[in-house]
């Protein structure tokens, strides 16, 4: 897939050496797009979802947690933008960011017509299709700096927050996304200290998924676990990479949490106690003992990289939940998750 048309634009300039830029009417330097009103419909009449995202890393940060695969599906409705990663069709990585994280979120738009009688347009309850992450991804980190690397450092040291907020003070960059209520293309308009950038990104109908959530809510979850994430990618670390599968047991009674793997190396055993320190919270109904593939489990190092907690859940059936929680300020978290489906001949004891 080619990538889309973007540019910069700085005022007083074009790209082309054509009429200086003024800074106005940014939708207009955006090829095939229509211009639009102040109310987010097109000059064609179509009604468009606009969204304003103050720190584009932020964005940047969860799509790179589930990014183990080339397309995403993109779920758009009233409460927040949900992104869906799939390999297999036995794991799925899930990226959520809600409507109050946005500084902006218009969704649906009122079409000029209607203004006055206060009507809303008809549209969708939710826009769904998919789109290449990776151009997404490089769209999003066109500039560089913080929007490539959202714990990126300022003066002085120290982690940062996720992307949504900084813990010091660093260079912020704002995302505009527009999409017609037909999800037929993505608009970004990118701004950091009057450059602005222009992108219309493909989309495609979304791809057939699984139903993984729904296999997993609808099974009593019998085990879970909360605990740091460092742990858990120490624990991982461990492991021996050339191992085909990975098996999870989690009791009420000794050992309480064990990970071990076959490989070349040999057989790898760790036990963690529930009563340690990087634990916060373990509940257990019953023994259960299950294998997942190594394959499937390694891209939720990406997460476990930029989260500070995380979820471990496992259903009656065995299916594995892992929620990360990414800190955004220091009040306020999302969180990406992972769901794993187990191995069929490796069940509970």
């Given at each position: 897939m080619a990538f889309p048309l973007s540019y910069s634009l700085t005022p007083g300039s074009t790209p082309d050496g054509g009429a200086p830029y003024n800074g106005d009417h940014v939708s207009s330097n955006?090829?095939?797009?229509?211009?639009?009103?102040?109310?987010?419909?097109?000059?064609?009449?179509?009604?468009?979802?606009?969204?304003?995202?103050?720190?584009?890393?932020?964005?940047?940060t969860i799509l790179r947690a589930i990014a183990f695969k080339d397309r995403a599906n993109v779920i758009i409705n009233s409460l927040g933008i949900r992104f869906i990663v799939e390999d297999s069709r036995a794991s799925q990585g899930r990226a959520y960011v809600q409507a109050n994280h946005f500084s902006r979120?218009?969704?649906?738009?009122?079409?000029?017509?209607?203004?006055?009688?206060?009507?809303?347009?008809?549209?969708?309850?939710?826009?769904?299709?998919?789109?290449?992450?990776?151009?997404?991804?490089?769209c999003l980190t066109i500039f560089g700096g913080s929007s490539g690397n959202p714990f990126s450092s300022g003066v002085g040291s120290g982690a940062g927050y996720g992307?949504?907020?900084e813990k010091r003070a660093v260079e912020r960059i704002a995302v505009r996304i527009t999409v017609p209520m037909d999800g037929h293309q993505m608009s970004l308009i990118l701004e950091e200290r009057?450059?602005?950038?222009?992108?219309?990104?493909?989309?495609?109908?979304?791809?057939?998924?699984?139903?993984?959530?729904?296999?997993?809510?609808?099974?009593?979850?019998?085990?879970?676990?909360?605990?740091?994430?460092?742990?858990?990618?120490?624990?991982?670390?461990?492991?021996d990479g050339t191992s085909d599968t990975i098996t999870l047991l989690i009791s009420p009674t000794t050992p309480y949490f064990r990970l071990s793997a076959s490989g070349l190396a040999g057989d790898t055993q760790m036990d963690y106690p529930k009563d340690t320190d990087v634990v916060e919270s373990f509940h257990c109904?019953?023994?259960?003992?299950?294998?997942?593939?190594?394959?499937?489990l390694q891209p939720c190092?990406?997460?476990?990289?930029?989260?500070s907690k995380?979820?471990?859940?496992?259903?009656?059936?065995?299916?594995?939940?892992?929620?990360?929680?990414?800190?955004?300020?220091?009040?306020?978290?999302?969180?990406?998750?992972?769901?794993?489906?187990?191995?069929?001949?490796?069940?509970?004891?």
């Amino acid at each position: 897939m080619a990538f889309p048309l973007s540019y910069s634009l700085t005022p007083g300039s074009t790209p082309d050496g054509g009429a200086p830029y003024n800074g106005d009417h940014v939708s207009s330097n955006i090829t095939g797009a229509s211009h639009l009103n102040s109310n987010g419909v097109s000059s064609g009449g179509t009604p468009l979802f606009r969204a304003t995202l103050d720190n584009v890393a932020s964005l940047v940060t969860i799509l790179r947690a589930i990014a183990f695969k080339d397309r995403a599906n993109v779920i758009i409705n009233s409460l927040g933008i949900r992104f869906i990663v799939e390999d297999s069709r036995a794991s799925q990585g899930r990226a959520y960011v809600q409507a109050n994280h946005f500084s902006r979120y218009d969704y649906p738009v009122r079409l000029p017509d209607d203004q006055d009688q206060g009507q809303d347009v008809e549209s969708p309850d939710v826009i769904t299709f998919s789109v290449d992450l990776q151009t997404l991804l490089d769209c999003l980190t066109i500039f560089g700096g913080s929007s490539g690397n959202p714990f990126s450092s300022g003066v002085g040291s120290g982690a940062g927050y996720g992307g949504f907020g900084e813990k010091r003070a660093v260079e912020r960059i704002a995302v505009r996304i527009t999409v017609p209520m037909d999800g037929h293309q993505m608009s970004l308009i990118l701004e950091e200290r009057g450059v602005v950038t222009s992108c219309v990104l493909t989309t495609y109908d979304p791809d057939p998924m699984t139903e993984l959530h729904a296999t997993f809510v609808e099974q009593r979850s019998i085990c879970k676990v909360i605990m740091k994430s460092e742990w858990l990618k120490d624990a991982f670390s461990e492991l021996d990479g050339t191992s085909d599968t990975i098996t999870l047991l989690i009791s009420p009674t000794t050992p309480y949490f064990r990970l071990s793997a076959s490989g070349l190396a040999g057989d790898t055993q760790m036990d963690y106690p529930k009563d340690t320190d990087v634990v916060e919270s373990f509940h257990c109904v019953r023994s259960t003992t299950n294998g997942y593939r190594y394959a499937l489990l390694q891209p939720c190092l990406r997460a476990l990289a930029v989260s500070s907690k995380c979820s471990i859940r496992v259903n009656e059936v065995g299916f594995l939940s892992i929620q990360f929680m990414i800190n955004i300020t220091e009040q306020d978290v999302t969180f990406v998750e992972y769901l794993v489906s187990p191995l069929a001949d490796l069940g509970d004891d």
